[in-house]
């Protein structure tokens, strides 16, 4: 019974897979479109679009490497705001993940949610190119190109959105294979666009990015990098051609139109080259090796600002090499030429809580915090030293305030469940991993913590109502999923 029970599952999953591909594949040869800039639709609604984002993101939290790493969420999810500022964007509820991947990618899912490789960043020589990146997914949110990529279909009903479902339900299998597969398919295929879609993008992006204060040429710079790399590795090697198939006229338009803006001292702030430095940092095979190409670089360094990043990388690649004493020195002689960037304050509490140094981090983390109140890298570093400090009751305050804005973060979540066991508080425990599971997809374990907590809320009935209300809207979640497959 359970081989014949599977085998239907696998039937299942392949049938729903030839439907997101037929049904992509009808979409997308249609070259009839709304009219351009119309970004209404009867299709599906902003608040539908919404839904499908959260669903969509608790599996992908749940499918893909993501980069756990406060400051260049917090970098990221800044630029992104600030660009939508300049943007069409109505519905501002964005959410921002960050995939620790080296290759070049981003892209938009209906409901807001932007996806930032960390590749991308670093591949980007200036800001600029990040932006012209950014600015063109924020268009593919703020013109509804999922929505009107639906309104196109002769059926019009919020039933061919549920297709988008279907993938995500396959993503949340325990099978590999359909991890694999059903990923593959929502990126290349459900969050894929017509070219009459990209142009557009290119076209308000580029709008957007003018705005924001950045170089026109930014765009036209990123294309040629990219018609360059593929040359080099082959379009397959580049995950975001894939989905933005780069014609030679989007990289002509782009020409054109960053051929009409003159202007000068464009936007390329310190802090992007501080995050690429400290992405690529990462993905260097040793720490050693890090250590030894960044004392090169800081020596051929010409002018201060290249001290200060070079400086920056060091100290961080020192600091991973465990040679701390001699990483504090350098991120020191940074902040003597810049003691207000904070990027730079914040790697002193960093380097301390890496090196064990406990009285030292709480001390730093403190004076950043009080100056700086929820700050978010800095409060997620504090709150580690504070744990380790066994000041078990002030690092739950701090992950707390953090919440107040920033409810559906995972990674909160997960460092609160942490000081909450240390502190035995064990139902907030199980509160606290059940909603870090939650947002991660992992319904099962969710309901399975709450459950826990119920046992031992005992007669506290305010308590048990509120944990019977989670484990109720767990299983609504999860019943949703099924009714898309």
């Known amino acids: 019974m359970i081989e014949n029970k599977s085998l239907s599952s696998n039937l299942m999953k392949s049938l729903v897979l030839m439907i997101l591909f037929t049904s992509s594949l009808n979409v997308f040869s249609e070259e009839s479109l709304p009219e351009l800039g119309d970004t209404s639709s009867s299709a599906i609604s902003l608040d539908s679009e919404y839904r499908l984002g959260r669903l969509y993101m608790a599996q992908l939290r749940r499918s893909v490497p993501d980069l756990k790493d406060p400051l260049v969420q917090d970098y990221s999810e800044h630029l992104i705001y600030r660009l939508s500022e300049y943007s069409q964007l109505e519905d501002r509820r964005l959410e921002i993940v960050l995939i620790g991947d080296k290759n070049i990618n981003a892209f938009a899912a209906p409901g807001g949610i932007i996806g930032i490789y960390s590749g991308l960043i670093y591949h980007s020589e200036t800001e600029g190119q990040l932006v012209s990146v950014l600015s063109h997914e924020l268009a593919h949110l703020s013109q509804r190109h999922f929505a009107r990529n639906l309104q196109r279909q002769q059926d019009r009903s919020l039933s061919n959105a549920l297709i988008l479902l279907a993938s995500i339900a396959i993503a949340a299998s325990t099978s590999p294979e359909a991890i694999m597969a059903g990923q593959q398919v929502l990126a290349q295929q459900a969050l894929s666009y017509s070219r009459s879609n990209e142009q557009e993008a290119d076209r308000i992006g580029f709008l957007t990015m003018i705005s924001a204060g950045f170089d026109p040429e930014s765009m036209p710079q990123m294309f040629e990098k ?64 890090a250590v030894m190409q960044l004392r090169q670089e800081k020596r051929r360094a010409k002018n201060e600002r290249q001290n200060i990043i070079t400086g920056y990388g060091l100290g961080l690649a020192l600091s991973r090499d465990y040679k701390y004493s001699a990483a504090l020195d350098e991120i020191r002689q940074a902040l003597k030429l810049d003691e207000e960037n904070l990027i730079l304050q914040t790697a002193l509490l960093e380097i301390h809580l890496n090196a064990g140094n406990g009285l030292e981090a709480v001390g730093v983390g403190k004076n950043l915090i009080e100056m700086n109140p929820s700050n978010y890298p800095i409060s997620m570093l504090y709150a580690r030293a504070l744990m380790h400090q066994k000041q078990y009751d002030t690092a739950e305050e701090v992950l707390k305030t953090l919440l107040l804005k920033r409810k559906d973060d995972p990674q909160i979540w997960y460092w609160l469940a942490e000081v909450q066991g240390l502190a035995r508080k064990i139902i907030a425990l199980h509160q606290s991993r059940a909603e870090y599971f939650y947002l991660t997809g992992n319904y099962d374990r969710a309901i399975e913590h709450l459950r826990y907590a119920l046992e031992l809320a005992g007669n506290n009935f305010q308590l048990n109502e509120v944990l019977q209300t989670k484990i109720e809207n767990v299983f609504a979640t999860q019943e949703e999923l099924k009714d898309f497959t």
């Open 226 to 289: 990219l018609q360059a790399l593929s040359r080099l590795s082959g379009a397959n090697e580049l995950e975001f051609l894939r989905s933005h198939p780069l014609t030679k006229k989007r990289i002509s338009d782009s020409r054109t139109r960053a051929r009409e803006i003159k202007g000068s001292n464009y936007k390329n702030s310190l802090d992007f080259a501080l995050i690429k430095q400290r992405i690529s940092i990462g993905l260097f095979k040793t720490s050693r090796q």
